[in-house]
């Protein structure tokens, strides 16, 4: 059964200080792993697809990585700004179907 | 951009009523879908569309369907709405050239059922 898991369910951070959100998906066959951002009350915002093993992706202060078994969101010197949900997400071969982690609170405090 | 919009932002309708949520999208992507969006159970697709006419079951159909007339345009139809049917519905398409599979979202119809 295709299962994304993602790590921490929340963190708090204080401005400035880096960390790491961890996703871990189905490891066969993966053909897209996907990161977002959600606002409450609002819809997924796309930040990231990543194909392959060793790939990374950078935007403002976040990189998303990709390892044989797992992606990382790095989030560098964070802002109150970057305070949201963040999902990761995967489609396995021969299918257009994401398959969504439950998403990793983040919350950072000024 | 990819612009996703969705007909209505909040609705509220009663038990045994007949419920339409609309999504457009004007990108010219193939794919749509529609997922609903609960605490603690994630997203959770109920139907996606290859193409116009065309549906696809996802994950949790029961107590919905589904219309694409046109390429741009995918409803989500509540033939007799229930309570357990309150939640926030999200509408998203992607394409099959470039980025594949790279989903676009609405902004979400949060939906009460009383």
């Known amino acids: 059964e295709d299962q994304v898991t993602q790590s921490p369910e929340a963190l708090r951070l204080q401005e400035g200080e880096s960390s790491s959100l961890n996703c871990s998906y189905t490891?066969?066959?993966?053909?897209?792993l996907f990161w977002y951002r959600q606002d409450p009350g609002k819809g997924p915002e796309f930040l990231f697809t990543?194909?392959?093993a060793g790939e990374e992706k950078e935007k403002e202060r976040l990189k998303a990585t990709l390892t044989k078994k797992e992606s990382f969101l790095h989030i560098t010197a964070p802002k109150p700004e970057d305070s949201a949900t963040y999902l990761c997400a995967e489609t396995q071969g021969g299918s257009e179907k994401l398959v969504f982690g439950k998403g990793t609170k983040l919350t950072v405090n000024p | 951009d990819v612009k996703v919009t969705q007909s209505s932002r909040y609705l509220v309708k009663r038990t045994g009523e007949k419920v339409f949520l609309e999504c457009v999208q004007d990108m010219d992507h193939e794919n749509m879908f529609w997922y609903r969006q609960d605490p603690g159970l994630g997203l959770r697709l109920i139907y996606f569309?290859?193409?116009?006419?065309?549906?696809e079951k996802g994950d949790i159909p029961e107590g919905y369907s589904v219309s694409r007339e046109k390429k741009e345009r995918f409803s989500l139809i509540l033939e007799s709405a229930s309570t357990n049917q309150t939640s926030m519905y999200l509408c998203?398409?992607?394409?099959?050239?470039?980025?594949?599979?790279?989903?676009?979202f609405g902004p979400g119809t949060r939906l009460t059922v009383l």
């Open positions: 490891v066969s066959g993966l053909r897209g």
């Open positions: 569309s290859y193409d116009v006419k065309m549906k």
């Open positions: 990543l194909y392959s």
């Open positions: 998203a398409s992607s394409d099959d050239r470039g980025d594949a599979d790279t989903q676009y």
